[in-house]
């Protein structure tokens, strides 16, 4: 358990040593969830693309955000990518680690009652930094972290959701419904 933790943390490490401007952040999961949780935070207004890129109109903020979920294998440097990506046209991007803090590898056939729940935590931790516009906040999803994104947002939860999974024949798991 511990090791799959930090092999997590040094996989969002390197990834924000590498990237444009994220940051890794441990934040607190919901009250009746553990653990607290990590994620990969971007910013637009920070890191060199930031620097290089003078007519970018960004300012301050507040930018809107978004909180990306990964697919079964985890966190990548695809997923921090994808925070990059999206902090370098102007929004705040938290990109969720839902298995290393459990101490869990994959969840490859088996799913995640846990993810949806991290959703809902980062989307509580956005909300209360200066910098991000809360009534602003979507959830994106790849695989997984796709059918974890139409959980979430089928509660009512004020995220608008994005998700890449086939989501034509997708029904809420009954613990969400």
């Known amino acids: 358990m511990r090791a799959a933790f930090r092999i997590s943390l040094l996989a969002i490490g390197l990834a924000s040593l590498l990237g444009a401007g994220g940051a890794l952040v441990e ?3 919901l009250p009746e969830h553990a653990p ?3 994620g990969y935070l971007a910013r637009p207004d920070s890191g060199l693309s930031a620097e290089l890129d003078e007519s970018r109109p960004y300012g301050g903020g507040p930018f809107p955000a978004v909180v990306v979920l990964h697919s079964c294998i985890g966190m990548t440097g695809h997923f921090t990518g994808i925070a990059d990506r999206l902090s370098s046209w102007g929004y705040v991007v938290l990109a969720v680690d839902s298995l290393g803090p459990r101490g ?3 969840r490859c056939g088996v799913g995640s009652r846990d993810q949806p729940f991290d959703a809902y935590a980062a989307l509580r931790y956005l909300s209360q930094l200066d910098f991000v516009d809360p009534a602003r906040v979507a959830v994106l999803g790849e695989s997984l972290g796709g059918q974890s994104a139409l959980a979430a947002v089928e509660r009512d939860t004020g995220l608008i ?3 890449t999974h086939p989501a034509a024949r997708y029904r809420a798991p ?3 419904r």
């Open 174 to 176: 009954a613990f969400l």
């Open 27 to 29: 934040f607190p999961n």
């Open 36 to 38: 607290r949780l990590l």
């Open 161 to 163: 959701i994005r998700a």
């Open 104 to 106: 869990i590898t994959d």
